[in-house]
């Protein structure tokens, strides 16, 4: 089993406490609190800095990089964790026939829905699926218990200012 760097440790908020209680009864069932959200992206695209802004969004915020796990006394915990790396997969559809690549690339989504262990940081992944030479999709899949709806588009746009500074 892996070392976790912990860098902080946190109360859950009462949200939290709840979300957390829920998730430990979907075992075998899809968790409703995981979120899932696609983007369409046309034009050229920089890969490598796309993926060093998620990086470094992960980096960060702190609450990106929570994991969820619970004290001797049963009392629940987040752990902030440093040094976590950004689940990233990239799928490249491009050369399948346009019906066909929008199947796959629904599977593919689809299987990014699994659930995730709260106990392992980080809980969201991405996966970026080309779909052709300027056509990408990109998959953002997190649990609810680190993202609400609210911080979302707050994300999204400062996702848009670390990729336009290169990814730093």
């Known amino acids: 089993m892996t070392q976790l760097?912990?860098?902080d440790i946190w109360p859950l908020s009462p949200l939290q406490e709840g979300l957390l209680f829920h998730a430990g009864y979907?075992?075998?069932e899809p968790d409703v609190y995981v979120l899932q959200g696609a983007m369409e992206l046309r034009g050229t695209l920089d890969v490598p800095v796309?993926?060093?802004s998620w990086q470094a969004l992960l980096d960060r915020h702190s609450s990106l990089r929570a994991a969820f796990q619970r004290r001797g006394t049963g009392d629940p915990v987040q752990l902030i964790v440093s040094g976590v790396t950004l689940p990233w997969r990239e799928e490249d559809l491009s050369g399948l026939p346009e019906a066909d690549q929008?199947?796959?690339?629904t599977r593919?989504?689809?299987?990014?829905k699994d659930g995730f262990n709260p106990e392992l940081a980080p809980l969201l992944r991405l996966l970026l699926v080309r779909l052709g030479r300027d056509r990408f999709r990109l998959v953002v899949t997190m649990h609810h218990l680190v993202m609400d709806g609210w911080s979302l588009p707050v994300l999204f746009g400062e996702l848009s200012e670390v990729y336009a500074a290169g990814g730093d």
Request: charged share 40%; hydrophobic share 40%.
């Open 5 to 7: 760097k912990i860098e």
């Open 26 to 28: 979907t075992e075998g």
């Open 108 to 112: 593919l989504a689809n299987a990014e």
């Open 102 to 105: 929008e199947a796959e690339a």
């Open 50 to 52: 796309l993926r060093s």
